[in-house]
Protein backbone atom coordinates (compact mmCIF):
# COMPACT_ATOMS: atom_id res chain seq x y z
CA UNK A 1 0.00 0.00 0.00
CA UNK A 2 1.77 3.21 -1.34
CA UNK A 3 1.01 6.02 0.54
CA UNK A 4 1.66 9.69 0.68
CA UNK A 5 4.60 10.19 2.93
CA UNK A 6 7.35 11.72 1.79
CA UNK A 7 7.91 14.30 4.23
CA UNK A 8 8.13 11.22 6.67
CA UNK A 9 11.63 10.08 5.16
CA UNK A 10 12.85 13.92 5.70
CA UNK A 11 12.12 13.38 9.52
CA UNK A 12 13.35 9.79 9.49
CA UNK A 13 16.64 11.47 7.88
CA UNK A 14 17.12 14.49 10.26
CA UNK A 15 14.99 13.61 13.04
CA UNK A 16 11.50 15.59 14.29
CA UNK A 17 12.08 19.11 14.96
CA UNK A 18 11.34 21.13 18.27
CA UNK A 19 8.19 19.27 20.21
CA UNK A 20 5.20 22.31 19.55
CA UNK A 21 2.12 22.69 17.79
CA UNK A 22 0.69 25.15 15.87
CA UNK A 23 -0.45 28.19 17.32
CA UNK A 24 2.23 27.64 20.13
CA UNK A 25 5.53 28.05 18.24
CA UNK A 26 7.67 26.24 15.72
CA UNK A 27 6.39 22.41 15.25
CA UNK A 28 7.27 20.21 13.12
CA UNK A 29 7.44 20.75 9.49
CA UNK A 30 4.35 18.56 8.76
CA UNK A 31 2.51 21.03 10.57
CA UNK A 32 1.44 24.58 9.68
CA UNK A 33 3.09 27.30 10.80
CA UNK A 34 2.55 28.68 14.91
CA UNK A 35 -0.77 30.50 14.59
CA UNK A 36 -1.95 29.13 11.33
CA UNK A 37 -5.11 27.30 12.72
CA UNK A 38 -5.24 29.66 15.57
CA UNK A 39 -5.89 26.73 18.03
CA UNK A 40 -7.32 27.14 21.54
CA UNK A 41 -4.90 26.70 24.53
CA UNK A 42 -6.68 23.03 24.96
CA UNK A 43 -5.96 22.16 21.25
CA UNK A 44 -2.53 23.56 21.63
CA UNK A 45 -1.46 21.31 24.93
CA UNK A 46 -3.32 18.32 23.39
CA UNK A 47 -1.42 18.94 19.89
CA UNK A 48 1.99 19.16 22.10
CA UNK A 49 1.31 15.95 23.96
CA UNK A 50 0.42 14.57 20.50
CA UNK A 51 3.60 15.67 19.19
CA UNK A 52 5.79 13.97 22.15
CA UNK A 53 4.01 10.82 22.23
CA UNK A 54 4.61 10.79 17.94
CA UNK A 55 8.37 11.43 18.81
CA UNK A 56 8.57 8.82 21.04
CA UNK A 57 6.97 6.34 18.78
CA UNK A 58 9.00 6.77 15.92
CA UNK A 59 12.51 6.91 17.92
CA UNK A 60 12.95 3.56 17.86
CA UNK A 61 12.20 3.37 14.41
CA UNK A 62 14.78 5.79 13.57
CA UNK A 63 17.04 4.18 15.67
CA UNK A 64 16.50 0.89 13.99
CA UNK A 65 16.54 2.17 10.55
CA UNK A 66 19.54 4.39 10.95
CA UNK A 67 21.59 0.83 12.00
CA UNK A 68 19.69 -1.05 8.89
CA UNK A 69 20.69 1.46 6.09
CA UNK A 70 24.45 1.42 6.67
CA UNK A 71 24.02 -2.56 6.75
CA UNK A 72 22.08 -2.69 3.63
CA UNK A 73 24.67 -0.51 2.25
CA UNK A 74 27.63 -2.73 3.12
CA UNK A 75 25.35 -5.46 1.69
CA UNK A 76 24.90 -4.02 -1.30
CA UNK A 77 28.88 -2.65 -1.57
CA UNK A 78 30.58 -6.05 -2.74
CA UNK A 79 31.32 -7.99 -5.41
CA UNK A 80 28.70 -10.83 -5.12
CA UNK A 81 25.84 -9.55 -2.35
CA UNK A 82 24.38 -12.26 -0.77
CA UNK A 83 20.63 -12.16 -1.99
CA UNK A 84 19.00 -13.28 1.19
CA UNK A 85 20.83 -11.12 3.38
CA UNK A 86 20.08 -7.72 1.36
CA UNK A 87 16.44 -9.43 0.78
CA UNK A 88 16.03 -9.57 4.64
CA UNK A 89 17.37 -6.25 5.48
CA UNK A 90 15.31 -4.70 2.50
CA UNK A 91 12.63 -6.47 4.14
CA UNK A 92 13.16 -4.71 7.65
CA UNK A 93 13.57 -1.46 6.71
CA UNK A 94 10.06 -1.86 4.64
CA UNK A 95 8.46 -2.73 7.64
CA UNK A 96 9.49 0.06 9.64
CA UNK A 97 8.98 2.65 7.18
CA UNK A 98 5.16 1.18 7.26
CA UNK A 99 5.28 1.36 11.11
CA UNK A 100 6.73 4.89 10.43
CA UNK A 101 3.47 5.45 7.88
CA UNK A 102 0.84 3.60 10.34
CA UNK A 103 2.08 6.04 13.08
CA UNK A 104 2.32 9.53 11.05
CA UNK A 105 -0.97 8.36 10.03
CA UNK A 106 -2.18 7.78 13.14
CA UNK A 107 -1.36 11.31 14.50
CA UNK A 108 -2.71 12.86 11.63
CA UNK A 109 -6.12 11.06 12.77
CA UNK A 110 -6.18 12.45 16.29
CA UNK A 111 -4.64 15.59 15.41
CA UNK A 112 -7.81 16.25 12.95
CA UNK A 113 -10.39 14.92 15.66
CA UNK A 114 -9.07 18.32 17.78
CA UNK A 115 -9.96 21.17 15.32
CA UNK A 116 -13.21 22.26 14.42
CA UNK A 117 -14.74 22.30 10.82
CA UNK A 118 -13.42 25.82 10.39
CA UNK A 119 -10.05 24.75 11.10
CA UNK A 120 -10.03 21.07 9.73
CA UNK A 121 -11.21 23.14 6.35
CA UNK A 122 -7.60 25.53 6.88
CA UNK A 123 -5.73 21.78 7.38
CA UNK A 124 -6.85 20.37 4.22
CA UNK A 125 -6.18 24.00 2.40
CA UNK A 126 -2.77 23.02 3.97
CA UNK A 127 -1.65 19.77 2.52
CA UNK A 128 -2.87 20.75 -0.67
CA UNK A 129 -0.23 23.73 -0.36
CA UNK A 130 2.06 21.16 0.52
CA UNK A 131 0.87 19.07 -2.26
CA UNK A 132 1.31 21.48 -4.73
CA UNK A 133 4.71 22.32 -3.77
CA UNK A 134 6.18 19.10 -4.16
CA UNK A 135 4.50 18.59 -7.04
CA UNK A 136 7.50 18.42 -9.91
CA UNK A 137 8.09 21.32 -12.51
CA UNK A 138 6.08 21.37 -15.39
CA UNK A 139 3.38 18.55 -13.84
CA UNK A 140 -0.03 18.87 -15.17
CA UNK A 141 -2.78 17.09 -13.73
CA UNK A 142 -1.59 14.10 -15.05
CA UNK A 143 0.98 14.37 -12.83
CA UNK A 144 4.97 12.68 -12.81
CA UNK A 145 3.82 10.10 -11.02
CA UNK A 146 0.91 7.84 -9.07
CA UNK A 147 -1.73 9.37 -7.26
CA UNK A 148 -0.99 8.45 -3.63
CA UNK A 149 -4.10 9.27 -1.61
CA UNK A 150 -4.54 8.23 1.59
CA UNK A 151 -5.80 9.73 5.28
CA UNK A 152 -2.59 12.12 4.88
CA UNK A 153 -3.80 13.07 1.40
CA UNK A 154 -0.67 14.17 0.24
CA UNK A 155 0.59 15.52 3.50
CA UNK A 156 3.47 13.14 3.80
CA UNK A 157 5.24 11.52 0.79
CA UNK A 158 7.22 8.40 1.34
CA UNK A 159 9.17 8.48 -2.03
Not at 18 to 44: E, H, I, R
Not at 46 to 66: F, G, K, Y
Not at 77 to 100: C, K, M
Request: aromatic share 6%; proline share 8%.
Amino acid sequence: MKTTLTLFVMLVLFGLPAVAAPGCGNGPDFLPPAGYLDLTPDQADATRALIATLQADLAPIQDELRMLRPQLAEALGGDDPDAVTVGGLVIAISDLRQDRRDRLQGFEVDFTALLDSGQLAEWEAWKELRRLERRPAGAGSMGAGPDDSGPADGLFTDR
